[in-house]
């Protein structure tokens, strides 16, 4: 709730079960699939007593809202601590995915993952399909984003001619036109809007994430609000990962009361969009 608050999203409910002697997490699920003040749900879960009323909590609730699940106890070491916290029953890790497929409901790995998540699903964000394009003012961070991609089976999107004629007159000669974008690290707040503006129109891209590291001759904050002007604009989901500390702060603040999505890392951004990619599928 304290990491909400300072990223300006809103929680309608946040429920804790303990052991869920009585209410149990299958009713919760039905409760918040028809709340009308719940546009997501994220699931923080050890194991689980009531399989069948759950799962179809679970089915009832993904085909009207995204939910997003964690689960803690996927190793058989962890599993003995789940016991002795809530005396849940672990189950069979492998078993658990399956279901979640089937139920429809997304899941991820970590707490930092179910956080950026919540980036996207608290800005009210849908993907139309997996094809992500990189803008990176720091040629480092396209890599690890192009590569975190290939982990999760999100593509990187092939640009059309269109594209490939505007990011040639815009950018420098040595600088990189394919996917990721290398807008390099001398850019100026307009380019990396002209870069992102003409991967936002090309219709083989369903998303985008702009990156930027402190640089000298880039200002920051300007930055931000032309990013930000961008995403207002299109209803293709634009995200940003501002890399930095104090230099970066106001920048990540405009982001942030512009409600374009922040990530603190390429990966945790790469891994929001993927979710979003499989609540669509």
């Known amino acids: 709730v304290d990491w909400a608050r300072q990223r300006e999203l809103g929680f309608s409910a946040v429920v804790s079960l303990g052991a869920a002697v009585d209410v149990d ?46 689960k803690a106890g996927r190793q058989q070491s962890a599993a003995r601590a789940v016991t002795s916290h809530t005396g849940a029953l672990a189950g069979n890790d492998l078993v658990f995915d399956a279901a979640l497929r089937r139920a429809g409901a997304v899941r991820v790995q970590t707490l930092e993952q179910l956080f950026s998540t919540a ?27 192009a590569d975190r991609a290939a982990d ?8 059309g001619p269109a594209t490939e004629a505007a990011l040639a007159r815009l950018l420098p000669a040595h600088a990189a036109r394919s996917n990721p974008v290398d807008v390099l690290g001398d850019a100026s707040s307009q380019r990396i809007a002209g870069a992102l503006d003409a991967c ?9 994430l702009v990156m930027l590291t402190p640089q000298a001759m880039t200002n920051p904050l300007d930055a931000a609000k032309r990013v930000a002007e961008a995403s207002s604009a299109t209803h293709k989901p634009v995200l940003a990962c501002f890399l930095g500390g104090g230099h970066m702060q106001a920048a990540q603040f405009a982001l942030t009361h512009a409600h374009v999505p922040q990530f603190d890392s390429p990966e945790a951004a790469v891994e929001a969009f993927a979710a979003l990619v499989a609540h669509g599928r």
């Not at 993907?127 to 990176?136: N, S, Y």
């Open 119 to 145: 980036e996207l699903l608290g800005r009210r964000l849908q993907v139309d399909g997996p094809r992500l394009a990189i803008v990176t003012a720091a040629g480092g961070l396209g890599v690890l984003a």
């Open 152 to 159: 999760l089976g999100v593509e990187l999107a092939r640009f």
């Open 200 to 208: 936002l129109a090309d219709a083989g891209v369903d998303g985008v």
């Open 25 to 70: 997490l299958g009713e919760v699920l039905d409760y918040l699939a028809l709340d009308p003040h719940t546009d997501a749900i994220l699931l923080y879960a050890e194991g689980f007593a009531r399989g069948r009323k759950l799962m179809s909590g679970l089915r009832a609730a993904a085909r009207m809202k995204p939910v997003i699940v964690v």
